[in-house]
């Protein structure tokens, strides 16, 4: 009873700091994150994937309509996990700095400055009341000055840059397997593989190719791509990793 | 009482997270939804299919009252579950914007479209405070580049593409009959049965003409038509629908 | 005493909603409408026609300061149930949408158009925090196109047109004894008769010209038309409707 | 205890429905007014009367700086029961609305439309949150078209026009005498004598002149006129109200 | 344990009524005022008195830093008791008034205007949100169309006339001497030795001539004079007043 | 429990006034003074003399960067004890307060005029809502009309105008300490030589010449002047105040 | 529970003083500060030295992205220790704060304003409601007039200056370190072994080059300076400080 009083102390009103120095409203935001289906960025010397977990709620669902990566930019994308409501806000956020830069400058926005941009609008929704912090993370990844970059954004509104990364459900699975399986060198086929079977760990090492999203971003076209259903097939037939049934979750407004 | 007092932190003032990373009000105000009677939507190869289930609280209510099927603009309907009022406001803001389309590119705003920017503004009341969410979900249907497409918006802000979906009373199973009872290829006629035939399953197999709005938007025309009394008589005739005797519920401001 | 802290939650600051879906302040609202005497309008071939109970806390005070029935346009009366002072405001808005319209348009505005305006105003004080909802509920009725038409709105901001309704208190008895005895076809004074009919039921069957009032909007003139003391005697004692002796209670600030 | 607890849910914050659709803070602050000294309004055939019992708290305190009845315009004048402090704002309020009236209009305000601008405010206090309703109950009397009109308004923002009535302490005694004793037909005179003995009811029968004011409103002159001390003690010496001894007591803020 | 609760409910964010329909804020306020030291004001035929008891909390204190009566224009003055820092911002506001009164109109400001700006400032800041009350009573007195007024003010915003009155610490003591011992033809001298004996009653009919603070503003001159100490001790040892030995106190804020 | 409980409802949300009439955030905000190092100020008959406890934390600490005593003006300076971050804000404002002064008038502002412009700054913290109270108060010294003048603020925003005072820790002791040893016609050295004497009895009377801070103002060259190490090393080798070992203490900004 | 009931009420809301006169909101956000990695700050005769322990959550996480130490201006760096979001925030603030300097004045900020303008900044964040104070300490080094100098900023926004200084984990054993180890007449080599030494004292002496970050500011070229790893490695060699196995460990958004 307790720690539950406690909690509701600093739950209310605005985000303030708990005895201990921590935000509640942030990391109950986190938990949110943890709440979505999985998203997967891979850095590779070619240029950047990003895959994302996409299981539907039903076979009536149009399987494009959820959506988890996103293009920021032509040179640029963007994955999430959380809150799926909140990741268009970012999203949007991020395409219109992308324009801006475009406008202003007469040159693709670099990939760590459209990062902080966003984080830093995170930032301002953890420490000024009046709104509630965003329930999502989200994966960057572009090509800046010829170099595929990925960056890592989370509720506090804090960038990280990552060779590997994870987001969202089973992460503490799924980056102790990128941890172990990445190796420098990759090219962008071994960024995708690698991607696709970090995500297959959590589904009985099988996936359906309508239940994944794959997008890259290549260092030669500096073009955002997206994967359609028939590459996706491919590489898992590949793969081995298309399942003989198919397995359905519902959530709720998260992914 | 644990979880009683639980629920009260997380009730009050704005929309907050709670420590699972759930925000309560958008899923109570799904709890609205629910409260309010069905409303299915079908995509066809030919067109959309709008349907409500509108129940009159008297027999001295003009059924016409009971609004449950708008239409957005000629390409484009809107069928609600939920709160009413909150309905009205949405949809109100969803003429708008098609209206906003028409003048600034003198074409029909497309569906895609028109649903996300309906969800960015639900979004907004879920996370800035001084205001509670949306207690109500949409189906958006119509015309989009000479296709057929069918959205479904829900309080928290989510955009979903369907087949088939319904929203409302009953959703689950009404979605489990839609999804045992939809098959590709259907035209128009063959989407008013499903619909009919699935919001029947809750009234004892029985639909009065008065008690159920249907309205399409078919690719031909890419106008949104609704059914008049007759034409909807003769569906139910040809389903034997028609009920013996009539049975009215009252509800409160939700339908 | 579970019950009544769970109520306190959401009584507080803004209207939110219940675990359950509802919006407490909004349903305490309609008990403020119960709380008031009630309203009562019939739609006939020839017009609209709306009655109104409209005790008097003393014979000191003057029948007429008990405002039940008001005209909103040439064209368009509105009766009120619940919190008077609310009454007033929203009556006042009601006029000046009417004559913005006559400003606009030239013409007189829809009653359809009309109870909508009033009910999104209605809506905005459910939704958007810093006020309370408007503990007050409405008939709305006039004449549109030639057509005689009967609008309800409650505190929700929901519209319902009607043939035979009835607001405040008693309102089940009343709405029944409506069902039972409204038929198609009648004409206005079938229409004065049913409505004072109906409220003596709750009186003893009996009525005090004073203590009613009575208002027409007939197809004919399209002009609204409050019945004067003689006017309402001589429909009493045609109906045998006339007290032996009177009967006066308080109440506070509802009607 | 739990009546208690609940009460606590509606006073807090801004003014809102309790679950049977009451406003506490409303209902309190006609507490506020129960706690004034009585005022009494009676409409004469010749005018309006006005009288109010404004006993000092010390042999010291200026009789005239007690002031329970006030000039709003030269054809109005209003007696207040309640918060004083409260009183001051509304009657400046009123007077301003006088003004505005004559500067725009050239005509002095009709006592009716006075009567309803002031209760359109003190509404907007009980509605809209940042405030606290108004504690007093007015009593607005004048000409009107030649005819005497005699008006209260009470915290909730609710206009009732009167022959005769009584705000402030003891008002169920009092309504309950002017009920018994008022006749149709009274001439000024006639209004000022049963005006004091209603007030003398509550003082054993006796009333000292400078513990009441008296003001009159008259058909013939349609000019505001507070009698003075003499004219009062005339009044008293023939009605025998004159007291044998003084009797003061103390209250806060409340008149 | 009950009545501690009932009081928390109506002490938080703004003032609001009780269910007894009295303002808790108000009255809190009121008793900072009976903190402070008392303040006495007198009405002679000649002019006006104030006197104010200004006990200093240590011998290294400048006795002229403890401000009690303050010069608000030439011809009117004020006493003050209660927070000092409340009193300070009252006084600047009633400069104000005054000087503003003098460029517009090129005539002083009447005592009685004066003091209703003052009391209607106060009174907005016991009905709109997001400020406390005054906590301080104001003697305001001067010289208004050759005559002397003197007036209160008091922390709901009420404005009371007097002949002679106390505020602060032991105003009901002193108010009963004030009562015994008040006698109307009473000369300036005999204001300020009424209003010495009257304070030194609180501290064993004893004086410091630096413990007091004295000022007048004489129908003849009509302007304010503050007496210095020589003159107070003149006046002291006329009375007979003068201490042996002196008494000093700490209070905290409050004079 | 109670007399927590009873805290807890006048700590929350803005400054209110408890039962008793006092401000529980203004007094508290008085404990935020007591828990700062002491700081004297000397009022003699040739200038002010300012004087600062201002023990370091850490012997790697700048001694300069714990700043207890600023120069607002060329001819004031200001002491302070409290929060040392609100201390950094008023002294701001003083400072912005002398500039205007000088700009406007062209002539140093008067010491009184600046402590009551900070005073007023002050007080708005503790009436209206949406900030807390500065927790530190100010010794304002100068010259003023070629005589020295002393100031003491607190947080309440009450003006003391002394002969020589301490705020900050101990102040009851240092008080008196001052009172038994202040006497008229001290010179500087005289009243730097009281402040440091002063100070040293409660650090077991020695003092650090780095662990102290000594400014005067005097009325010759009406300068501020912030003595140095060896200044005040000389000083406190003649009263022979120099320790034979340090002694060092860590506070939380507070000083 | 009682000092858990305690501290809820302080929490709530804006920034407020505990009866003790603590502001409980700051005392948590020095509890963020201590959930960070440490920096460290050390004034070298030859420039400043600041060092940061950043510990990566992965080996796949760039090392660059977890940043410490930032460039502020040419002549000035930014260590932090705390909530790295807020950190970003602060840093902007100073960045832009030294570029404006630039343009109005054509020359570097001084350090100790620059610390100034961030503190008042921060200060701001602890008094005025609606936002929580900022979680983060800073250190800022740079050379101002040709001297290094080095200073802190704390979450209360109080500004201190240091020879030698640590914040974040394990504050009270490094600055221990620091002070028996520090010695006047360090050269930068001297002052980033001092810094290095004290670093690894918590992580068992051993230290990762690319798990720490090293800049100076010398006083020969006023330019800050980020050490490269090569660099670091080189520095670690000589101190022996090179781990034989690494060491990684996880936080949230504190380093």
Do not use: C
């Not at 459209?114 to 090509?143: C, N, S």
């Not at 997206?226 to 298309?242: A, Q, S």
């Amino acid at each position: 009873m307790q720690g539950q009083a406690q909690q509701q102390a600093y739950d209310r009103g605005i985000t303030i700091f708990s005895p201990d120095g921590r935000l509640y409203q942030v990391e109950y935001a986190r938990e949110a994150v943890k709440r979505g289906t999985a998203s997967i960025g891979i850095r590779t010397d070619d240029g950047v994937v990003l895959a994302a977990d996409k299981r539907s709620r039903s076979p009536l669902m149009e399987p494009t309509s959820v959506e988890k990566i996103h293009k920021a930019d032509n040179h640029a994308g963007i994955a999430s996990a959380g809150h799926v409501a909140d990741a268009r806000q970012l999203i949007d956020f991020a395409r219109r700095q992308a324009q801006i830069n475009r406008l202003r400058y007469s040159e693709p926005i670099g990939i760590e400055t459209l990062t902080k941009e966003v984080t830093d609008h995170i930032q301002q929704y953890t420490q000024v009341g009046g709104a509630r912090p965003f329930g999502v993370a989200l994966l960057i990844g572009g090509i800046e000055d010829g170099e595929p970059r990925l960056y890592e954004t989370d509720p506090s509104g804090t960038p990280y840059e990552w060779k590997a990364v994870s987001i969202g459900a089973n992460r503490g699975d799924l980056q102790e397997y990128l941890e172990e399986n990445y190796a420098d060198g990759l090219d962008l086929d071994g960024g995708i593989e690698l991607a696709l079977r970090a995500l297959a760990t959590s589904n009985d090492d099988t996936l359906e190719p309508a239940g994944v999203d794959v997008a890259t971003v290549s260092v030669d076209t500096e073009e955002f791509h997206e994967l359609d259903n028939d590459e996706i097939e491919r590489h898992l037939t590949d793969l081995d990793l298309l399942p003989s049934e198919d397995d359905e979750d519902a959530d709720d407004g998260e992914e």
